[in-house]
């Protein structure tokens, strides 16, 4: 029952994101969740690694969209200059945002991977639509105040489960396969 909010993968980083797995998972596209992801939420910049990870994976062939429940002034700000597409205003863990991003990348759920910071809207999410999902450690940084206060502390009790279950494998993080 508790399967469809454990991720496939769970990394420290998004910087741990070995790209050659996730070609042999079959996956070509990475929608990307931007607060404590690959940008803490009090900053309005990417990292000089976050920013190289990021151009990396486009000049892998990857296709990129970052799908954020934030606004979208912050969002095309910080991936405008970067050429990443964006949907905004996501309302995750509801699959119309993450069906927006497949149909502007046109892509499909079994050739895409999302990656966040948090269970109960990035992870959930993605599982719901069979996407591979991958879950980082937020990067250290403020949070909405409802993330701190419902999510995070029924999280902690997730991640316990989950932190047991992951299996270590060419330097990824695996969880056990929660299908099956
Ligand atoms: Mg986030």
């Not at 990129?64 to 970067?82: E, G, H, Q, Y």
């Not at 993605?126 to 879950?135: K, P």
């Not at 403020?142 to 995070?152: A, D, I, P, Q, S």
Request: net charge positive; aromatic share 8%; charged share 25%.
């Amino acid at each position: 029952m508790l399967r469809i909010f454990y991720p496939d993968m769970y990394v420290p980083s998004i910087l741990d994101i070995n790209p050659d797995e996730l070609r042999k998972h079959g996956i070509n596209t990475v929608l990307l969740d931007l607060d404590n992801t690959i940008v803490p939420r009090d900053r309005d910049s990417f990292s000089p690694e976050i920013k190289s990870w990021l151009k990396g994976m486009l000049e892998r062939g990857f296709k990129l969209c970052i799908v954020s429940n934030n606004s979208t002034a912050r969002v095309n700000k910080l991936a405008r200059p970067l050429n990443i597409p964006c949907v905004v205003r996501a309302i995750k863990p509801m699959p119309g945002a993450f069906r927006r991003a497949l149909g502007l990348l046109n892509t499909t759920a079994a050739e895409t991977a999302v990656v966040g910071d948090q269970i109960f809207t990035d992870i959930w999410g993605g599982n719901r639509l069979g996407m591979f999902t991958v879950l980082v450690v937020p990067m250290p940084g403020k949070e909405f105040w409802g993330t701190k206060l419902v999510n995070r502390r029924l999280e902690k009790l997730l991640l316990a489960r989950i932190s047991r279950l992951v299996s270590h494998k060419d330097k990824q993080y695996y969880v056990r396969r929660k299908k099956g």
